[in-house]
């Protein structure tokens, strides 16, 4: 997970070390570096963002009351050379305060908190989806997320799971259809995978769940494109 964040700090030297650690961090992506509260206003109101990476004592406005003024603030990380500021940072849910001079290692563990907070809040306000499929005479609710692959077999699918699969008596094509496609690809003639459940590619198999998977020569060169697409090549 890609997580957006920008950098506020009033110092020139504290905001190129900040600028630097990011992009020697694969996890995240720096939208803007702010030299002060009303440049991050602006851009919290513009971007998408995750994480703040958020120096405390500013003129006019310090850190703490600029976040304390946000409605929907992003995650923050406090940054400062003044450690009696600490506890204030705390008190509104900081995810950690690094105390300048901070070497990488420091700001990469405030980092790692931060993706773990971030993709615990994501899973618990994000809906699970799930699509409704007819098998042994009743309605299944599917969770996308659980599916390992499809097969195609005679008038059926089988739709397995980590421990359990059922067999849907509909079209391969028309399964796949209602299929995000972002999420599962038809790698072989009887065969689609979930992408997110892919372990390794060898040769012209694919290992996933402990399932190998034959990769259909007329879908081969498509697969391969995708996965070289998603940087995973």
Not at 200 to 223: A, E
Request: glycine share 4%; proline share 5%; hydrophobic share 40%.
């Amino acid at each position: 997970m890609r997580i957006n964040c920008i950098i506020v700090d009033d110092e020139p030297a504290s905001r190129e070390v900040l600028e630097k650690f990011i992009s020697d961090c694969p996890t995240l992506t720096l939208l803007q570096s702010c030299k002060n509260a009303f440049e991050a206003s602006d851009a919290i109101n513009q971007f998408d963002l995750q994480l703040i990476f958020l120096d405390i004592n500013m003129p006019k406005l310090s850190g703490i009351k600029f976040y304390k003024s946000l409605v929907n603030p992003p995650f923050v990380i406090f940054t400062t050379a003044y450690p009696e500021f600490a506890v204030e940072g705390f008190e509104v849910d900081a995810i950690d305060y690094l105390l300048k001079p901070f070497p990488f290692e420091r700001f990469y563990k405030a980092v790692n908190k931060a993706s773990e907070t971030i993709i615990s809040k994501s899973s618990e306000s994000k809906p699970q989806e799930f699509i409704l499929w007819k098998a042994d005479k009743k309605i299944h609710r599917v969770l996308l997320d659980e599916i390992n692959y499809l097969e195609a077999i005679g008038d059926y699918v089988k739709v397995q799971f980590a421990d359990k699969s059922i067999m849907v008596h509909n079209t391969f094509q028309k399964l796949l259809a209602q299929l995000p496609d972002n999420k599962f690809v038809r790698v072989h003639k009887s065969f689609a995978i979930a992408l997110h459940k892919l372990e390794t590619i060898d040769g012209n198999r694919i290992i996933l769940k402990g399932k190998s998977i034959p990769i259909g020569q007329t879908y081969r060169t498509d697969f391969m494109e995708l996965i070289k697409n998603q940087g995973l090549s």
